[in-house]
C-alpha cells in the first residue's frame, strides 16, 4: 500500500510539473504579457543561450523568432579595422580604483586600470571540457582581479559549462582559437596596451602586435564616437560587462547589475546605456562582453559585483585578468 501510494504521489508530482511548465510557456509566449515576452527573448540572445528559446516556447514560436535569438557577434555597425597606434608600456600610475554609478534601471561597477599592460586575457585550464569561474581563474593565474571575458559554447549543452571559447582568442601571444568570421567582434589588447575592437582577422591583429583577445561584441565606442545611432542596441536589458579605455591609457572595467536582483528597478542596461556611459567616463574605444549571469568582477579576492546566477559565479572561458604591477 505504502509503494503504491509513493508511486501515485510521484506520477502526479511529475505530471503538475509538466503541467505547470505547459502553462507557463504558453502564458509567457502567447499570452497578454508582450513586455514580459520580449524581455525573456531578449535576455537569452544577450547570453548567447537562444537555442534555449525552441524548447522553452515548447517549438511554437515562428522560426524567425527563434532564428533572430541565436547568437550574433556582430557589431551595430561595422567598425573600422584602422587605428591610430598608442603606446601606454610607461604608465606611471597603478593603482586601481572602483566606484559605483546608479543609473535608471541598473546599478554598475566601475574599475578604473591606468596601467592597461596589466590587464592580459585568462582562458579556462579545462579548455574543451568546462569553464572555470573568475575566482578560481584569478587563483589559477595568480592575478588579483578581473572580470569575466568572451562567448563560449556549452559542450555539455545548456549546462552553461563554458568548455569552448568562440572565435578568435589571444593569450600572451599564443592563439588558443581561431575560429574566424567576417562579422565577429574581436576586442584586443596591443603588445603596448592599446584597446581595439572590430571584426578583425587574426592576420591583421598579429600585424597589430595583439598580445591579448577574445571575441564578443559589439564595438559600442570606436575613435570617441558612439556606434550606436538607432534605438537602444537591440538587445535589452540585461546584467551587462563592459570594457573600454580612455586616452590616457586607463582601462575602464564596468559591470552591472539586472534581472531584479537588487529590487524591480534594476532590470539591467541597455547597450545603448553602457555606451553612454563609457562616453561619459571619457572612453575613446569601448565593446560590450559577456553578460546575464556570466556578468562577474573581482577583486583582492573578494567579488565586486552579485552575480544573477542563482549559483553564484558562472562558469567561463575566458576573462580580463588584472596582475600585479611589475609582474
Request: charged residues 15%; glycine residues 12%.
Amino acid at each position: 500500500m505504502f509503494v503504491r501510494r509513493a508511486v501515485r504521489f510521484i506520477l502526479y508530482s511529475i505530471m503538475a510539473v509538466v503541467y505547470a511548465f505547459v502553462l507557463g510557456s504558453l502564458l509567457l509566449f502567447h499570452g497578454p504579457f508582450p513586455a514580459v515576452r520580449q524581455y525573456v527573448i531578449d535576455s537569452l540572445e544577450t547570453t548567447m543561450h537562444g537555442y534555449l528559446l525552441e524548447p522553452l516556447a515548447l517549438d511554437t514560436l515562428p522560426e524567425k523568432v527563434i532564428q533572430s535569438a541565436k547568437p550574433h557577434l556582430r557589431d551595430i555597425q561595422q567598425a573600422s579595422t584602422h587605428v591610430v597606434r598608442e603606446n601606454f608600456l610607461h604608465s606611471k600610475t597603478t593603482a586601481v580604483r572602483i566606484e559605483t554609478y546608479h543609473g535608471s534601471t541598473y546599478t554598475a561597477d566601475i574599475m578604473f586600470i591606468p596601467d592597461p599592460t596589466r590587464v592580459r586575457v585568462g582562458v579556462t585550464k579545462y579548455i574543451g571540457k568546462f569553464g572555470m569561474t573568475l575566482s578560481e581563474m584569478l587563483n589559477y593565474y595568480h592575478a588579483i582581479g578581473g572580470i569575466n571575458g568572451g562567448a563560449f559554447q556549452d559542450v555539455q549543452h545548456w549546462r552553461g559549462t563554458g568548455g569552448s571559447p568562440q572565435g578568435i582568442t589571444i593569450m600572451d601571444g599564443k592563439v588558443i582559437t581561431d575560429q574566424q568570421s567576417s562579422n565577429q567582434t574581436v576586442i584586443a589588447l596591443t603588445n603596448e596596451g592599446q584597446l581595439i575592437t572590430g571584426p578583425y582577422t587574426l592576420s591583421q591583429l598579429q600585424k597589430l602586435h595583439v598580445t591579448q583577445a577574445l571575441t564578443f561584441g559589439p564595438t559600442l565606442v570606436q575613435n570617441g564616437q558612439g556606434m550606436i545611432k538607432n534605438g537602444n542596441g537591440g538587445w535589452g536589458y540585461a546584467p551587462r560587462t563592459v570594457i573600454g579605455q580612455k586616452s590616457d591609457g586607463t582601462l575602464i572595467f564596468i559591470v552591472t547589475d539586472g534581472r531584479g536582483i537588487h529590487g524591480p528597478n534594476d532590470i539591467g542596461a541597455s547597450l545603448l546605456q553602457m555606451q553612454n556611459l563609457m562616453l561619459r567616463l571619457g572612453a575613446v574605444t569601448a565593446a560590450n562582453l559577456d553578460g546575464g549571469s556570466s556578468s562577474t568582477m573581482m577583486y583582492n579576492g573578494k567579488l565586486v559585483n552579485q552575480p544573477t546566477d542563482v549559483l553564484g559565479e558562472r562558469e567561463v572561458a575566458t576573462a580580463f585578468l588584472i596582475f600585479p604591477a611589475g609582474n
